[in-house]
């Protein structure tokens, strides 16, 4: 059984009885032991191997194991499952097990996924390299001297090291894309509200998404076909409908090339892969052309404005009252040992809180906050008039390739500016893809895709193309 | 501009202890000042959007009784 083989082909063979789900964790497990040093993993599911006899109990009975029979899945350690902690990579939760589980999780284990383990992230998914995690920074499979992207690192890592076939991560600004990008595999940010958030640890709810990464496009399609779809728990999702066949057909489409996106600054590797990419929708028979979205140039001031305000508030109940970790009581004053017990929280965790409570505050709201929000409003215009006319979208997926750990920790606005190109999608509520289209230096490289709100199986089914073409 | 005095107060509201004031006034502060560039965006006339869903599109508001926990709360277990 090869460990790299994709999602749906593992499903196959374990639901004809081919290959047993025990072997398949087994391997999976030894995987992730092989590939400790890469710090992937916050923790393992104790019952990974007694789920995965069950699934053959299945098969041997004659009763459908699911979609996903038998295929190893890790999920990012801010989504809520009850037999694992769910710790957002924070020592404020460290070791905290939920009482419930994420819907995403539910409908996974329902399709016979077994959950593998909970991924490594920047802490509470605030960073896009995963160095800001209270267990360490994971490395990248590809090569360990450099970063994996972030937030969802771990999720990418673990399916770029073969140690899961799907992951789960989620996708506040580019935290699914961005370390799909540069581990090499396809990440997906559905449209916001086509995915259930119940279960995902709030950082900055009007605008993340849960979204799958994976080895290939068909396997984010099998993911989404899972998870994708109307939830009862979560309001947001109340018009989505579940994601179905995907036909990958490009011929005839008008595809946009964000020019804010591939400025002349680009990085001339960056440039190549993404050229080569376009070439290749052109040879399928998609019409490029270049199209201007002048907001990008204030869509991550904007963001990180939105993002810190909805940081602060939903952080605001880590006080070691409703959630927490024992810190004594005795000889604190009430709001000193809210102050003591909030310590907990990592450096950049503290400055986004702080940031937050500077943004919507009286008599700095007007500047900042509301400007944010008008911003958001006049991007999400531009994007959906291009869509009166373009039927994609297509950038870099960022604008670098990998970089080392630690190259980028010290200025915190140098870091922002690497979600230029993935922060749109989010703030205008789109669907993006990055999908693997190439190497710089031996690195990996990825293109997005965007689509309209609601078009995410054409997306997909257009990036399966893309995929096709750039291998 | 936001003065370091602005900011340590602003963390001490928020309940942060920040044990180095320099690095961190100093980051919060090229943050803040980041932000700045929202002034140039030429959005002052633009109306903010709003999603808005009528009650029909949601689930019925109904007390459900939660099956895990006591007395119609969901009990977190506490660490330590």
Redesign the interface.
Known sequence: MDLEAPAHEIARLVSAGSVSAEEVIERTLERMRDTERLNIFISTNPDAVSEARRIDGMVRDGSDPGRLAGVPVSIKDNICTRAMPTTCASRML???????EATVVERLRREGAIIVGKTNLDEFAMGLTTEFSAYGPTLNPRDPRYVPGGSSGGSAASVAAGAAAISLGSDTGGSVRNPASFCGVAGFKPTYGMVSRYGLVSYANSIEQVGPLARTIPDIVLAMQAISGPD?RD?TT??ARPVSDTEDIVDGKRIGIVRQMAPDSLHPGVRTVFERAVSGLESLGAACEEVSLE?VD?SV??Y??IT?TEA?SNL?RY?NI??????EREGYEF?RY???S??R?G?EV??R???????P?AG?AG??F?????????L??EVNRLFGTYDYLVSPTVPVPPFRLGEMLD???EL?QLDINTVAANLAGKPAVSVPCGTCDGLPVGVQLIADSFRDGPLLGAARALEGVVQ | MVTKEEITDMAAMMRITIDDRTEYVDKVQRMLDYFGVLDSAGVDDEDILVQEMTPAELRADEHRRHQMGTGGHIRAPRLG
């Open positions: 460290e070791g905290y097990v939920s009482p419930y009862p309001g109340a018009g907001m204030y001031a904007a990180y404005t810190s602060g605001a006080d409703r959630y927490g970790y024992g810190l709001h809210v102050a003591a909030r310590d929280f450096p503290k400055r809180i702080i940031a937050g409570g500077f943004v505050s700095y500047r900042y509301l400007k944010a929000l008008k911003v958001k409003s006049r999400t215009r200025d915190p606005v922002f």
